[in-house]
């Protein structure tokens, strides 16, 4: 559900042929599974030739992509450029996104994949140590937002295109005819 945004708002049996027809033309696999409450369920993902077509839609800037994941004891934020993982460790520790109170980041890079359809490239990680505390004090969504420069999700990489991609018309600027 975290990824599954915005809605599609597909009635189940048109979801179903759609995927279909995307899983016969090669942009998707599937795989039958079991979800979470045990009940039949089939898992999808991109395949090399569907990735290549999301991205040449969305035109992502791959320089500043991240990916962060958590324990209850770190961070780690992983990225295609070690200067955007930084920014993206320094707005969260100030926003208080993360709780660190200090002490050894490690940075590493190596040669892999950070998105599974993509070749592999160099890869650079940061890892730090958090806390969790209850009495921590709010995340501040607002400055974290105003001090973005990487993207995580597909909805934020609006945030990054040319001038020249920002000046299409959204669909909330067309007006009807009628």
Request: with cysteine; net charge negative.
């Amino acid at each position: 559900m975290q990824y599954n945004y915005p809605s599609h708002d597909l009635p189940d049996e048109l979801l179903h042929e759609t995927l279909d027809r995307f899983e016969q033309k090669g942009i998707i696999t599937g795989e039958d599974c079991l979800n979470y409450d045990s009940q039949p369920d089939r898992r999808i993902r991109l395949t090399s030739t569907g990735g290549a077509l999301w991205e040449s839609e969305r035109l992502p800037d791959w320089s500043r992509f991240v990916t962060d994941s958590y324990s209850d004891r770190y961070i780690k934020i992983y990225g295609h450029s070690a200067s955007i993982c930084e920014a993206f460790f320094e707005v969260a520790r100030y926003t208080n996104l993360i709780q660190y109170r200090g002490g050894l980041v490690k940075k590493v890079s190596g040669h892999r994949r950070l998105v599974y359809w993509r070749d592999q490239q160099t890869i650079h990680c940061l890892a730090a140590r958090i806390v969790c505390e209850e009495n921590w004090p709010r995340w501040d969504y607002r400055h974290f937002e105003e001090d973005r420069c990487w993207w995580r999700f597909a909805n934020e990489i609006g945030r990054f295109w040319s001038d020249k991609e920002r000046s299409f018309p959204s669909q909330d600027n067309h007006s009807s005819t009628q």
